[in-house]
Antibody, heavy 125, light 107 residues
Framework: QVQLQESGPGLVKPSETLSLTCAVS?????????WGWVRQPPGEGLEWIGE???????KDNPSLKSRVTVSMDMSKNQFSLRLSSVTAADTAVYYC??????????????????WGQGILVTVSS | DIQMTQSPSSLSASVGDRVTITCRAS??????LAWFRQRPGEAPKALIF???TLESGVPSEFSGSGSGTDFTLTISSLQPGDFATYFC?????????FGGGTKVATK
């Protein structure tokens, strides 16, 4: 059974870097998937942050102005998020999630099919 | 960026009601549209992908339709566990974008 679990500090100071890790079990992160991050500010909607492909290719949301780094550690079967120069606007529940990859030109499976439970990160001094 | 406009933002319904939620994309997304249900305090759960394909294990009371820019999620008979917030997601192009959500509350 595929499971994802976020971990990291729940409180980060303004201007510092937010760092989260997603531990994956039940599937190897070297399999044909994208591994990504989505966040949800309190009482608001969902925002895609960025992701990393099994090959190491990364994509991130331009709205976050190049503050995002997504990386993976195959030996630990986990991937990570770093968000630099945080402000109060970055306070949110952060989810890690798996997304399918295109297979034979069919990309309809590229939606988020497994999610972690989420971790609340508050940015405050 | 592709804007996903979801409506209504909230609605009130009773168990057994038929519920319809719509999502409109700012450009053609070729059916790369998924629907999610999010119960309070929980992660989103996929219901529909490819605009109309039911995720494995999701009950048949849920259905999706539409193409191009206009999409609909229908719950044919609302169950107690369906009082939640629903989101759509376009995954055709980067950046991936979600609709603003529809909260389904008890009438």
């Amino acid at each position: 059974q595929v499971q994802l679990q976020e971990s990291g500090p729940g409180l980060v100071k303004p201007s510092e870097t937010l760092s989260l890790t997603c531990a994956v079990s039940g599937v190897s992160i070297s399999s044909l998937y994208w591994w990504g991050w989505v966040r949800q500010p309190p009482g608001e909607g969902l925002e895609w942050i960025g992701e990393i492909r099994h090959s190491g290719t990364t994509k991130d949301n331009p709205s976050l102005k190049s503050r995002v780094t997504v990386s993976m550690d195959m030996s630990k079967n986990q991937f990570s998020l770093r968000l630099s120069s945080v402000t109060a606007a970055d306070t949110a529940v952060y989810y890690c999630a798996r997304r399918g990859d295109c297979i034979g030109g069919n990309c309809y499976l590229n939606y988020f099919d497994y999610w972690g439970q989420g971790i609340l990160v508050t940015v405050s001094s | 960026d592709i804007q996903m406009t979801q409506s209504p933002s909230s609605l009130s319904a009773s168990v057994g009601d038929r519920v319809t939620i719509t999502c409109r994309a700012s450009q053609d997304i070729n059916n790369y549209l998924a629907w999610f249900r999010q119960r309070p305090g929980e992660a989103p759960k996929a219901l529909i992908f490819g605009a109309s394909t039911l995720e494995s294990g999701v009950p048949s009371e849920f259905s999706g339709s539409g193409s191009g820019t206009d999409f609909t999620l229908t719950i044919s008979s609302l169950q107690p566990g369906d009082f939640a917030t629903y989101f759509c997601l376009q995954y055709m192009v980067y950046p991936l974008t979600f609709g603003g959500g529809t909260k389904v509350a008890t009438k």
